[in-house]
């Protein structure tokens, strides 16, 4: 009996909590550069018109197996893009808080995306990732769009670079789902943690459309002493 009394006067009580603090922790940053390189665009569309490694029948499955800059020498466009990726990596290194010297491999492949090609979920396997687009079809979207309700995310979107919510699982539990996509322009450079899975959805333009990829593994040279490096096979 004197157990239920005591249910009664918490019954009777009001509830009341406090506000509570929230931490957006483990963001994803992304960012976004729109760059005003018509000529460096223009060379680079001769150059991948030009270049028959562009018209085989397995240049999308290949694009990565080459690095771009293996063309530099020719096209001069190309040291210009390199300098660009850098500057704007520098930048985004500086704002994910990155710093101090580094060893860096980076590579530069194309994307040349005929009417029609797509790119399935991917993310890519270094620590920073880019893309710099060349010839794009004219879209009336927004460059990013980031408040779209999960109903959207199934709307077949010409030419877009969909970004995935990156949290394990998360577009399986209802209510953390959350995508952004891309709808890109000559002239943008976007930058992203390579651990970001994303894709390409078709495009139906009669051009291709034309970008650059590029990835960079950053090294810290200054290691600690107790760090032993060394040369490992198996
Ligand atoms: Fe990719």
């Not at 603090?21 to 390189?37: D, Q």
């Not at 240049?59 to 990726?85: C, I, K, W």
């Not at 010297?101 to 991917?122: C, I, R, T, W």
Request: charged letters at 20%; aromatic letters at 12%.
């Amino acid at each position: 009996m004197k157990r239920n009394v005591e249910e009664q006067t918490f019954r009777q009580l009001p509830i009341s909590v406090p506000e509570g603090t929230t931490h957006a922790l483990f963001p994803t940053p992304v960012k976004l550069f729109e760059l005003e390189e018509d000529e460096m665009n223009a060379e680079l569309a001769v150059f991948f018109a030009g270049n028959p490694r562009f018209r085989k029948a397995d240049q999308a499955e290949m694009s990565d197996v080459h690095n771009l800059m293996e063309y530099a020498a020719e096209v001069p466009a190309l040291t210009r893009l390199e300098g660009l990726f850098l500057a704007c990596l520098k930048n985004y290194c500086r704002e994910i808080g990155w710093q101090g010297e580094f060893d860096l491999a980076m590579q530069m492949f194309p994307n040349v995306a005929p009417k029609g090609h797509y790119v399935p979920s991917h993310n890519h396997v270094s620590h920073i990732s880019a893309v710099y687009y060349v010839h794009t079809r004219p879209s009336e979207r927004p460059l990013l769009v980031s408040d779209e309700s999960v109903r959207d995310y199934w709307r077949p979107d010409e030419g877009a670079l969909i970004l995935h919510d990156p949290r394990f699982n998360a577009s399986l539990q209802g209510g953390w789902q959350y995508h952004a996509k891309v709808f890109p322009r000559p002239g943008v450079m976007l930058f992203f943690p390579s651990f970001l899975w994303h894709e390409v959805t078709p495009h139906q333009a009669d051009e291709p459309r034309l970008s650059v990829a590029a990835n960079f593994t950053l090294a810290y040279r200054n290691l600690p002493p107790y760090e032993r490096h060394q040369r490992f096979s198996c």
